[in-house]
């Protein structure tokens, strides 16, 4: 039922306790992120496909370290995209011009088949600006959506992050599909079209957005960033201290995640048995483990946490972030095993099955980590900059996507069982880390104990 407030002129609108803006941010996040996921699904297939097939016919070498780049620069801008609606743009009208830059980037892309490798550049520039105009700010507003206090924060950041894992979960089925069975490009323009929805739905949905204010930063004046620092208190600088750790846990975290694009689908590609009842899987199909997962266990992982704070009496975002990095750690174990049955008992390839336990293991990582990591974000942080905090909390998967495809890269002269041996390794040192030293980073948040 929607109620109007005729004293403040605004809505009282909400969806199963949550505010009608929160969905609205979730279908426009769930389409961009088909349009990312799906581009990204055949992105590295793409070049890596010898150009009498339509591809650019790179080395795997160059294909990951390109994707590296790629996905490094989407998610460093975040800091600037969060820094122009802090400071000029505002919220809503910086996802507007991230959206439509997306699209454009996109169509660039379905137009390689047409012009040249320069179009195909021009548009993954046009892909990096987009994302860090949206990722940073539609963040933002869904914190916004809700009061500093609010209990149900966490669960609508997890409601927002079903619909990031929904337009996952189609993109590389209807993208990949296309990319692998029909033509690249037509994938590519697919994405494109992906955007335009999302845009539309944006459009359409601003009434519902009513509680987001067109500048966030609450001094009038723009102040210098040595002024701005100043101007934090003891407080604040804490929490500011305490989320720069654990950005650090969260980076080494999808160091691992990403591999997911590089090294895991050439090894889908290239060294597993993909045949399922007679039909052969398309590569890219594995990419929708992950969001596929997402949408089934997200809900029985809530309840799990719910049970262990009641058994424990609080569980910190700081544990979770723990967890995660040790699950993600342990993932890998199946991957060792794939490795090993490959070659001695498999000597051309490995079941498939052992890549699905891996994601499902990646997935429960995830799911302990990021959906709590981005409501922390939004907690913690100071009003006046919550946007460039959150494109800070981006740019941390940018780094991480680079650092991921320098470790993919080395497994072609290392081999991928070392590669494996080390990801397990890095992952699970530091979750314990975080949880030995988690007492004492509690205090910081100033959070209960």
């Not at 979730?26 to 996921?37: A, G, I, P």
């Not at 609606?85 to 088949?113: E, N, P, W």
């Not at 914190?143 to 619909?163: A, C, E």
């Not at 990021?370 to 006046?384: D, G, I, N």
Request: net charge positive.
């Amino acid at each position: 039922m929607t109620i109007l407030n005729k004293k403040n002129n605004t809505f009282n609108d909400t969806i199963i306790g949550h505010p009608k803006g929160l969905f609205v941010l979730f279908f426009t996040e769930m389409w961009e992120r088909f349009s990312y996921y799906g581009m990204r699904a055949i992105l590295v297939m793409f070049l890596t496909t010898a150009t009498i097939k339509g591809g650019f016919g790179w080395s795997q070498s160059q294909s990951i370290e390109l994707y590296g780049f790629y996905s490094m620069f989407v998610y460093l801008t975040g800091i600037l995209g969060g820094f122009i609606a802090d400071r000029y743009l505002g919220l809503k009208l910086s996802v507007l011009c991230g959206c439509i830059f997306q699209c454009l980037g996109h169509f660039l892309l379905a137009l390689t088949i047409i012009f040249d490798e320069i179009v195909f550049f021009i548009g993954l520039i046009f892909l990096v600006i987009g994302c860090g105009l949206i990722k940073p700010n539609i963040s933002t507003m869904v914190g916004l959506l809700y009061k500093k206090d609010d209990i149900k924060r966490d669960s609508g950041f997890t409601i927002f992050y079903m619909g990031v894992n929904l337009g996952a979960l189609f993109a590389p089925l209807v993208v990949g599909w296309v990319g692998e069975k029909i033509s690249w490009h037509y994938g590519f323009g697919i994405a494109g079209i992906g955007m335009v929805i999302s845009i539309l739905t944006f459009m359409f949905g601003q009434k519902y957005l009513h509680q987001i204010p067109k500048e966030i930063n609450v001094y009038k004046e723009k102040l210098k960033l040595t002024d701005l620092i100043k101007s934090f208190t003891k407080k604040e600088k804490e929490r500011l201290l305490l989320l720069l750790i654990i950005f650090i846990f969260l980076g080494i975290f999808f160091i691992a995640f990403e591999q997911s694009a590089g090294l895991l689908i050439l090894y889908a590609q290239n060294h597993t048995n993909r045949n399922f009842l007679n039909i052969n899987i398309p590569a890219s199909w594995l990419q929708g483990c992950n969001p596929l997962f997402v949408v089934c266990l997200a809900p029985i992982i809530s309840i799990i946490w719910e049970k262990i704070s009641k058994s424990y009496k609080y569980i910190s975002p700081i544990h979770k972030v723990a967890a995660g990095n040790i699950i993600i750690g342990l993932s890998f174990l199946f991957m060792i095993a794939a490795n090993l049955q490959e070659k001695y008992q498999f000597p051309e390839e490995s079941p498939i099955y052992w890549l699905i336990i891996t994601y499902l293991f990646q997935t429960i990582g995830e799911l302990c980590l990021s959906p709590v990591s981005m409501a922390f974000v939004t907690k913690l942080s100071p009003k006046r900059v919550t946007s460039l905090v959150m494109g800070i909390y981006f740019s941390i998967f940018g780094i991480a996507n680079y650092l991921s495809a320098k470790i993919g890269k080395m497994a072609f002269y290392l081999g991928e069982l070392t590669i494996f041996e080390i990801i397990f390794f890095i992952t699970i040192m530091p979750g314990i880390l975080l949880i030995f030293f988690s007492k004492k980073l509690i205090k910081l948040a100033n959070e209960k104990n």
